[in-house]
């Protein structure tokens, strides 16, 4: 470790401890409440400004993900081969459900202790959260890389089309090195957004999203690759969307917080154990729901190939507009971590108060939208009169789910700040698994309600998650969390500060 940086370490424990109360605890508590005592109380105006504030690049940044694959679904559509359409549509299934649901929630533990270390002013040790993350991730990705190579195997074993599924292995197979850019990506959004950083990722993103069709058209149509070409060319736009900002930072050090952009050190390898207490629960709430939703569509091609086309538009529908809650989910993860781990806990519950207000308000905006524009949706989709009955027949019941999937994907933001992923993902499980999909069987095949049952269970299930979230986040005493999570980061016996002394 460099001078500087333990310079920047021993600076941080000095202002806090002094002579012989560095080991007192009583101390370090009563420290702890004047300075609480001494915090400015944002306001509810400026506490809903720097909401958007976040949520616009988080929010653009998601979205065009989407447009990435939607861009490739396009493509693969022009070739003029069924079979093609279907095995590409199969593959980003796949790596949905095998890759990005584990990889991108496994990222989220970023969002606790990145956010509360920052909040801190504990850059460095924010920084090797990161790294340590960067591992992790990576040696999850080697484990699913097994799985991807032998992709077309598994899902013919699954009883896919053989034809689709060795299209879906091609495409699987040249995009695996993608899938770890795009992992590492989606962590370092999340490790920039705690620190407000959200536009550098997402600037990135808008350039190289337009540089896409273009790699598309020459790998494609100019070369002829078809499937190849589209793989080869989502794993330039993945491997971009990273390397751009990390060249940027890299160059330009003042685009972050000082003393927090490092390379892996031999403090990265110190406490991956605890990233993973707050990781792994993190991963579950994604893949849970992720997976829930999945089955609901597989639900729906058990009842007919209508039922399954309705569900997947209906699915593709809310996956796009979904990314609004979302960015406002990270914005409320930054916010509430910060000012937690800033002993600011007064702040912190004004940011889960508007999170829960904003779910509210987007459920009725974008729930109710859909709802009023039912039958222009189902005609922007399918021009098949019978297809779009049934979308607009299942539409009512998407407008009711989306009050507790708004709810809890906000609230899975300030959950995440707040260090509480095992008991939230415990609630998924529940909600999900054991409330959900049985709910969702039985009201398909034993009430014999077709799409009505297909997505009947979701709302049910959705409004038990979001419910029990509120109640765990309004139960708790933000300022003993705060008390708790600033005495973690200010204690001289933090293994990473024992490796610097």
Request: with cysteine.
């Given at each position: ?8 370490q ?52 998601l ?26 549509g ?26 509360q ?34 992709s ?6 699954l ?38 950083a ?61 003393g ?25 709430m ?17 009842v ?5 086309a ?8 809310l ?39 904003i ?16 039958h ?95 109640t ?12 708790k ?17």
């Amino acid at each position: 470790m460099s001078d500087s940086e333990i310079e920047l370490q021993s600076k941080s424990k000095d202002d806090l401890f002094s002579g012989e109360s560095k080991n007192s605890s009583s101390d370090l508590n009563s420290y702890i409440q004047s300075v609480v005592q001494q915090k400015q109380v944002v306001t509810y105006r400026q506490g809903l400004w720097n909401m958007i504030k976040y949520a616009i690049p988080s929010t653009g940044g998601l979205l065009l993900n989407r447009v990435v694959e939607f861009t490739n679904l396009v493509v693969v559509g022009r070739i003029g081969d069924s079979t093609l359409i279907s095995g590409a549509g199969l593959g980003i299934t796949t790596i949905g459900i095998i890759a990005f649901s584990l990889g991108v929630g496994l990222a989220g533990g970023v969002e606790t202790l990145c956010s509360q270390a920052f909040g801190n002013k504990k850059n460095y040790l924010a920084g090797c959260y990161y790294t340590r993350a960067q591992i992790v991730l990576t040696l999850v990705f080697l484990f699913q890389a097994v799985f991807l190579l032998f992709s077309t195997p598994l899902l013919v074993m699954l009883g896919q089309p053989p034809a689709s599924a060795e299209y879906a292995g091609l495409y699987i197979k040249i995009l695996i090195p993608g899938i770890w850019f795009f992992c590492q990506t989606e962590l370092l959004r999340r490790f920039l957004g705690a620190q407000g950083a959200f536009y550098i990722v997402t600037n990135s993103q808008i350039f190289n999203c337009m540089l896409h069709p273009l790699w598309l058209y020459l790998l494609v149509f100019f070369f002829d690759f078809s499937v190849r070409g589209v793989a080869w060319a989502t794993c330039i736009t993945y491997f971009l969307n990273f390397f751009v900002p990390v060249m940027y930072i890299t160059f330009n050090r003042k685009a972050v917080k000082e003393g927090c952009w490092n390379w892996i050190n031999k403090d990265s390898f110190v406490g991956l154990f605890e990233y993973l207490q707050y990781g792994l629960p993190a991963m579950m709430m994604v893949a849970l729901e992720f997976w829930a939703f999945g089955v609901v569509n597989l639900i729906g091609g058990m009842v007919g190939e209508l039922e399954l086309a309705a569900s997947v538009i209906i699915f593709n529908i809310l996956e796009f507009v979904y990314m609004i809650p979302a960015g406002f989910g990270f914005a409320a993860s930054t916010l509430v971590g910060n000012n937690l781990g800033d002993s600011n806990p007064k702040n912190a519950r004004i940011y889960v108060n508007l999170s829960v207000c904003i779910s509210l308000t987007c459920s009725f905006i974008l729930g109710g939208g859909m709802f009023l524009f039912r039958h222009t949706l189902a005609g922007i989709f399918t021009s098949d009169e019978e297809l779009g009955n049934t979308i607009v027949m299942a539409l009512p019941l998407v407008f009711a789910m989306t009050f507790g999937d708004y709810l809890q994907g906000i609230c899975q933001g300030c959950i995440k700040a707040m260090g509480k992923q095992n008991f939230a993902s415990v609630i998924c499980l529940v909600g999900y698994w054991i409330v959900c999909i049985p709910l969702t069987y039985y009201m398909t095949f034993s009430l014999d309600l077709g799409i009505r049952g297909v997505w009947g269970g979701l709302p049910i299930g959705l409004f038990i998650v979001g419910t029990l979230f509120v109640t765990m986040i309004c139960l708790t005493d933000m300022e003993k969390l705060s008390e708790k999570i600033t005495s973690k980061l200010e204690t001289p016996n933090d293994s990473l500060l024992n490796s610097s002394s």
